[in-house]
């Protein structure tokens, strides 16, 4: 019985360490991330000679994708071709797609 007691106590004794050890790392992060933007924006301060007219550095979004309506294929928006509003991903696919008869003709 005192085994287990003691085994229970030793499972929350690390589960609380694990808990301190991650807050701690957390911490240390934050505080290492903001002391080199910091850094960098002195950088960039003393490359425009000292006006203090530095920008930070905005990170770049990633580009919106857009969906093949021929096989389904998800490719950059810039690399897409749109015609008559549909997005393909290659110029063969919306020639394909364009050939296919549409209406009665395709009964």
């Known amino acids: 019985m005192r085994q287990i007691f003691l085994l229970i106590l ?4 690390g589960q609380w360490l694990v808990k301190a050890l991650r807050r701690h790392d957390a911490h240390t992060a934050q505080r290492t991330g903001a ?23 905005t990170p770049q979004l990633a580009e919106p994708m857009i ?15 749109v015609v008559a509003g549909e ?5 063969a696919h919306a020639q394909r797609h364009g050939a296919r008869p549409t209406g009665r003709e395709a009964r």
Do not use: M, Q, T, W
């Open 87 to 91: 997005a393909f991903c290659s110029a």
């Open 10 to 13: 030793l499972f929350i004794v």
């Open 67 to 81: 969906r093949c309506v021929e096989c389904g294929v998800h490719a950059p928006k810039s690399d897409s071709i």
């Open 35 to 57: 002391d080199g933007a910091r850094g960098a924006a002195d950088k960039a301060d003393y490359r425009n000679g000292g006006n203090g007219a530095a920008r930070p550095a």
